[in-house]
């Protein structure tokens, strides 16, 4: 009898086991399914703003409304960083998500459309 209930107890093991790697599997499938979808999103975003040649002056308006408040008028920094030669540190993918993920506190994340994003952009390069 120590057979079978041993036998049986090795079913029942099994069985939890196999639930518990079907949920996890479920739970890992759910997980790369968002990030691929965000992840997709966010590079649709940046490839429409690097195909699009954006305008320091009005990029230099954006900047005043938004930025200077941290940055300075100059852009040469306050809370936030000097960002003259910013383009020499980061490439424009890095700027990118910099500006709408606001990656390093305090800065906050923006939400800003590609050709507002091109032209902050065309400003920060004409900050060299």
Do not use: W
């Not at 300075?72 to 910013?86: C, E, K, Q, Y």
């Amino acid at each position: 009898m120590s057979t079978s209930s041993s036998t049986a107890a090795e079913r029942d093991f099994k069985s939890e086991f196999l639930k518990i790697v079907f949920i996890l599997f479920g739970v890992l499938f759910i997980c790369f399914s968002i990030f691929f979808i965000k992840h997709h999103e966010n590079n649709k975003y940046i490839i429409e703003t690097l195909e699009l040649n954006g305008s320091a002056e009005e990029g230099d308006a954006l900047f005043k409304i938004n930025c200077v408040g941290c940055h300075g008028i100059t852009a040469r920094g306050l809370v936030g960083p000097d960002l003259h030669s910013i383009t020499q540190r980061l490439n424009d993918k890095e700027i990118i998500k910099q500006v709408t993920g606001g990656l390093t506190p305090p800065m906050p994340s923006f939400e800003i459309d590609p050709v507002n994003m091109s032209n902050l952009l065309k400003y920060l390069h004409s900050l060299e």
